[in-house]
């Protein structure tokens, strides 16, 4: 095979292919590794498809000046600073040995060093090193830190008293410490050598540091960037953005930034560069939102083409019936969510609407309007809640609700006998059913409807963008409502729910009494016990919550089973206790649960079955067990199981760990505030949408670096631009967008005509 010229590496270049262009001694195994480490990174399937572009895409986490190494004399105590040092010696000494017998399973390690021109008295550098192996990485950091050898470090440093001199702990000796001088290093391979040439990127400029990317350590990843990028043309980097919208959102091009973001020019300021705000990231933020917005409106685009077999028909008598079935009078917030909803239903192109309303804040009413309104045209609805236990809650307060009426109200469970179920779906294929009421397995199996105008999907919290492609690959194209609980913060709902219009019920019915919610320690189960007596004494019920994890589920039910059992037989002798989790059968779960709701059960040990919408007013008591296990917007959830009723509700929230920072900061909001969408929001600058929204389940592009919290104002204006293209179709710029989205499988566009 001949080589291809140094020089033709591309974008598009496999990264396994970058051992034929020689650079930074990268073999063909290595090429093969960091394209595996890439393709994991990428989300690819096949290690054949990571590329230089995926590689340069892999962005720095931080930055370290060492333009100037400081010297030993500049250094104070608690300063941050990168020293360019040598090895006078090193000492690594085990520090526990619990067992007596053995190896010590924790070393501390340590470096002493001098700067080149001796400016002061030598330094310390030190870190732990543990775990199972922790004696042969001590054998190989001695031999490998001889006397001699040139390293660099960065970290802040502290003055210790006692021996006279400053120090510094690294708490990831392999990123944060680099080797210059090259050493005879037996445990890599001989590609895997540093290259002495090399040293000129990685001291005297400010370099790029990244995480680990497989074997590949933030050196080895900054050595292949920088290669990488001196073989790259200006004109291989292609730009993507037109030049016009460059210079409205005043953003350099694309060569430009893809360099200076891995490494920063000398003249930029650092501190933009820490808080991603040099001019490369700004480039290349906006680009990655703009992209992601512009795949999701041609998304939308595509949706208001489709027609609906019939536009609604909704006037006076339509609304005088359903006016005859409300038990209560609307809140503002519930009307005026009503009218977008019916104006959606009386449109051609088929409703795509996320009902949005914090728990209790009484959604359920809004899909009966919406379903009476569809039956009243003739068309057939349906409900699908998340869990069983929800679904029977929807059919019975439903079927209450329109029992004067003549529409027929099913509920269709995993649950029900062969016979029955077969009987139901014929009905259903008859046109018999007006409203059949179910979970989402539902869809899953095949039911057929005779005509179904309109679906409802209750996912409390839980996001899934499949449902409305399921429905259509079955040749339905019914208006469709998604009611969720998450407050979704404005600029998440801009992009995950750019798909859907969204309307916000802001509104609680009147008459609630407000949560009182308490963050306890282990040490105070006592006044724990005495108010569970004294609620359940006045007539009230309780509500006991642990988590379910999945990876410990086993466990967990264990632990939820051990503490009811406890509290059944020991705490609580006197009071029924009752269990209820995810791995009962339907109808062992029906059981306990209406036990509950006819107030025979006062306290209900519980695993997170419960979070989603069970409504029971009588309950005032939730306690949470292990509440720092929990999401924010979880507690929410499960937070807004109680206070339904016209008594004072507890929320308690147990934690183990309460002492750590994150945790108390975190519980510390659920005390301060019930307020959904400032919890959302909370949650999301803690933990990031994925979190939130379970990204698995949401379908959510992730952004590259793009980050909606910090990068707000940059998320808008990449919106805007991306609805002013998308708005002019038959531009020749917007064709080339377009066709540009549907080749990236990131957006999963290509079947869009
Ligand atoms: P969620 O939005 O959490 O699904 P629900 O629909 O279950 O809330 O409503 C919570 C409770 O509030 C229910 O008991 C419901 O009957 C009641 N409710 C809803 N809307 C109103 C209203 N406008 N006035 C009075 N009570 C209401
Ligand atoms: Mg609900």
Not at 8 to 16: D, G, K, M, Q, Y
Not at 197 to 208: D, E, K, N, T, W
Not at 348 to 369: E, F, W, Y
Not at 720 to 749: C, H, N, Q, W
């Amino acid at each position: 095979m001949i080589p291809p010229m140094p020089g033709a590496i591309s974008l598009n270049t496999p990264i396994e292919d970058l051992h034929s262009f020689k650079i930074a001694r990268l073999g063909q195994i290595l090429s093969q590794k960091l394209a595996k480490a890439l393709a994991s990174q990428t989300h690819k399937k096949n290690s054949a498809e990571a590329t230089v572009e995926d590689l340069l895409n892999y962005f720095p986490m931080r930055y370290e000046d060492r333009s100037r190494p400081a010297l030993i004399k500049d250094l104070h105590d608690g300063v941050e600073a990168s020293l360019d040092l040598t090895v006078t010696k090193t000492n690594g000494y085990a520090v526990r040995n619990p067992r007596g017998y053995g190896r010590a399973q924790l070393y501390i390690f340590e470096v002493y060093g001098i700067d080149g021109p001796m400016t002061g008295r030598e330094v310390i550098v030190w870190w732990f090193v543990s775990g199972r192996r922790a004696y042969d990485i001590v054998k190989y950091y001695t031999a490998k830190l001889t006397r001699g050898v040139r390293f660099i470090t960065f970290g802040r440093w502290e003055w210790e008293g006692r021996r006279t001199t400053f120090k510094l702990r690294l708490t990831n000796a392999a990123d944060e410490l680099e080797i210059l001088t090259p050493t005879d290093d037996s445990e890599q391979s001989e590609e895997n050598q540093p290259d002495p040439s090399l040293a000129a990127i990685h001291v005297g400029r400010r370099v790029p540091v990244y995480r680990k990317l497989g074997d590949f350590n933030s050196k080895r990843v900054r050595e292949i960037v920088h290669a990488v990028l001196s073989l790259l043309n200006d004109k291989a980097i292609e730009e993507t953005l037109p030049a016009d919208l460059r210079h409205r959102a005043k953003l350099i091009g694309r060569s430009p930034a893809l360099r200076e973001i891995h490494f920063p020019p000398a003249e930029v300021s650092m501190a933009d560069y820490e808080q991603s705000k040099s001019p490369a990231h700004l480039r290349m933020i906006f680009e990655d939102f703009f992209w992601v917005t512009f795949a999701i409106g041609l998304k939308r685009g595509q949706r208001e083409k489709e027609v609906k077999a019939a536009p609604l028909r909704i006037d006076k008598n339509v609304k005088a019936h359903i006016a005859s079935v409300m038990p209560f009078k609307l809140t503002n917030a519930q009307v005026k969510v009503t009218k977008q909803i019916f104006n959606d239903m009386q449109s051609s192109a088929p409703m795509n609407r996320l009902l949005q309303g914090d728990v209790g804040s009484g959604k359920t009413i809004v899909a009966v309007i919406a379903m009476m309104a569809a039956m009243e045209n003739n068309l057939q609805t349906t409900l699908m809640a998340p869990t069983e236990i929800l679904a029977e809650q929807h059919a019975r307060s439903i079927k209450r609700l329109l029992a004067k009426t003549p529409y027929r109200v099913e509920l269709l469970t995993g649950s029900l006998r062969a016979a029955e179920k077969r009987h139901l779906q014929n009905a259903l294929k008859e046109g018999e059913v007006h409203a059949c009421i179910g979970t989402q397995a539902l869809i899953q199996e095949a039911v057929a409807f005779e005509k179904l105008g309109l679906v409802v999907i209750d996912e409390q919290h839980r996001f899934g963008v499949m449902q409305r492609a399921e429905l259509r690959a079955r040749g339905l194209n019914p208006d469709v409502l998604v009611m969720t609980a998450t407050p979704i913060p404005r600029s998440l709902a801009m992009t995950v729910y750019g798909d859907l219009d969204v309307s916000i019920i802001d509104e609680l019915p009147p008459g609630r009494t407000p949560i009182e919610t308490l963050v306890f320690g282990e040490d105070q189960r006592q006044e724990v016990k005495r108010l569970i007596t004294r609620e359940v004494k006045a007539g009230r019920q309780v509500y006991v919550v642990y988590p379910l994890v999945e990876e410990s589920e086993k466990m967990d039910l264990k632990d939820a089973t051990r503490r009811y059992e406890y509290l059944r037989d020991t705490v609580f002798p006197k009071l029924s206790v009752g269990l209820l989790h995810g791995k009962m059968k339907p109808a062992e779960k029906e059981k306990v649960m209406s036990a509950f709701v006819a107030g025979e059960i006062k306290i209900l040990v519980s695993t997170t079955v419960i979070e989603v919408g069970v409504d029971v007013p009588n309950a005032s008591v939730m306690i949470v067990e292990h509440a720092e296990r929990f999401g924010l917007s979880q507690l929410h959830q499960l937070r807004g199981r109680v206070g339904r009723g016209a008594e004072k509700s507890y929320c308690i929230l147990l934690t183990s760990d309460k002492k750590t920072v994150v945790a108390e900061e975190r519980l510390g909001i659920m005390a301060q505030t019930t307020d959904g969408f400032r919890i959302a929001e909370k949650d999301l600058e803690l933990r990031g949408p994925g979190e939130l929204l379970g990204t698995k389940q949401s379908g959510l592009p992730e952004f590259r670096i793009g980050n909606i919290v910090r990068d707000q104002e940059i998320l808008e204006t990449a919106k805007k631009e991306a609805e002013f293209y998308l708005a002019k179709p038959k531009s020749v710029v917007t064709a080339k967008m377009t066709a540009r989205i549907k080749k990236d499988p990131r957006f999963g566009l290509a079947a869009i005509g």
